[in-house]
């Protein structure tokens, strides 16, 4: 396999690793990544909270933190894109608020961190649109498999 995802969840959260390695892959294929791997954590709020105070120093949870990798396998030879932790509770808050499915969030979310994890940011006008749009794209291109799969189902 070309991009190998290991996707682990909080105690409570497995309910929710679905479509997550699905997502990571997607955006993956999407950008022409080289061979590789990378792990999603399903975090809960105390998790999210310590990692966004460790790393950033910002006493609270966030939604999606990305830790790019910088190590292959040396075995195999190929890359290690890093981690990428996704809070659900704070994803279904945000879910919500936006009128989405929880799921759709999740796939949002990491979709979003793995763009992080390929040096996508959002920090200037011109690479938040960059960014953004290959977001669009990926996720459309899920939602359209999506129906493809459930109409042949």
Request: proline residues 4%.
């Amino acid at each position: 396999m070309k991009h190998a995802i290991a996707v682990y969840a909080e105690p409570g959260l497995g309910g929710h690793r679905r479509g997550v390695a699905h997502a990571a892959r997607a955006t993956l294929e999407q950008q022409q990544a080289e061979a590789g791997g990378l792990t999603v954590l399903l975090a809960n709020t105390s998790r999210m909270e310590h990692l966004n105070r460790t790393f950033l120093g910002i006493a609270r949870p966030t939604d999606v933190l990305s830790f790019p990798g910088s190590a292959g396998d040396h075995e195999s030879g190929e890359r290690y894109f890093g981690d990428i932790a996704v809070c659900v509770p704070v994803a279904l808050t945000q879910a919500a608020r936006r009128h989405r499915m929880p799921q759709e969030e999740i796939r949002l979310l990491v979709v979003h961190g793995v763009l992080h994890l390929l040096g996508h940011d959002h920090d200037t006008p011109r690479r938040k649109r960059v960014m953004w749009q290959a977001q669009d794209q990926i996720l459309a291109a899920i939602r359209k498999a999506k129906k493809a799969h459930d109409a042949a189902a």
